[in-house]
């Protein structure tokens, strides 16, 4: 168990809705990160949110953003859903002394 | 462009055989951060090694061990004596180093599938 902790686990959602991807770090970790995982591009870094600012982003889409909150947990919006969508999205977390991140067991969203 | 190649897409060793997994980088930087990851059928991303760049020691763990070479830009992983359990997916990943001297952001490359046959 690495700690990490997202939910839900499994989403199934039509096209053109929206949907909330949560996400609590590890206890005392500070740096939170955002990852797509899917057949047609593989494993990327979505964004980066360090003590609830947003410090490093990549290829997220418009439709998608995220925050992180004052109790260091953070949220996922996916919106005007599409199919190409669908994928394992991973939330890790560490602390900026660390250098490792750890990931959460990621949430399988299906979009039909 | 920081860029993971892991050439090999699909591997299958029967058990006990030692198998090496490649992993080559590219990157500007002369601060960087390597990983690898274990993706098991359960889909979670487990955290084996992390390495910086100026450490070339190679590292043993068990029967894990890496070699990391600069000179060839590779940050290759071996296990030995390979078992059933080792079935997974194996991701090598590069970081950029950022704001207090951390990682920002990792780059994985597409991964290599492990099969161990009984």
């Known amino acids: 168990d690495s700690g990490v902790t997202q939910t839900p686990k499994h989403l199934i959602t039509a096209t053109g809705q929206r949907v909330t991807l949560r996400c609590s770090p590890r206890?005392?970790?500070?740096?939170v990160y955002w990852y797509q995982q899917s057949l047609d591009q593989g494993l990327q870094f979505l964004i980066q949110y360090y003590n609830g600012e947003e410090r490093a982003k990549g290829n997220i889409l418009e439709r998608f953003s995220a925050q992180q909150f004052p109790d260091l947990h953070s949220e996922l919006n996916l919106s005007s859903l599409e199919l190409g969508d669908s994928a394992l999205y991973f939330c890790?977390?560490?602390?900026?002394?660390?250098?490792?991140?750890?990931f959460g067991q990621g949430t399988r969203l299906t979009v039909v | 462009a920081q860029k993971v190649t892991q050439a090999q897409t699909e591997i299958s060793v029967v058990e006990k055989e030692d198998v090496t997994l490649d992993c080559v980088y590219e990157t500007r930087d002369t601060t960087y951060y390597l990983f690898w990851y274990k993706q098991p059928p359960s889909g979670e991303l487990v955290f084996l090694i992390r390495?910086?760049?100026?450490?070339?020691q190679n590292e043993i763990s068990g029967r894990y061990s890496w070699n990391f070479q600069k000179s060839t830009s590779s940050f290759n992983f071996t296990i030995t004596a390979s078992q059933v359990v080792d079935s997974a997916v194996y991701f090598c990943a590069l970081s950029e180093v950022g704001y207090g001297g951390a990682t920002n952001k990792l780059i994985f490359g597409t991964g290599t599938l492990l099969a161990v046959q009984p």
């Open positions: 890790a977390s560490s602390d900026y002394r660390d250098s490792e991140a750890f």
């Open positions: 206890s005392g970790d500070l740096s």
């Open positions: 390495r910086n760049s100026f450490d070339e």
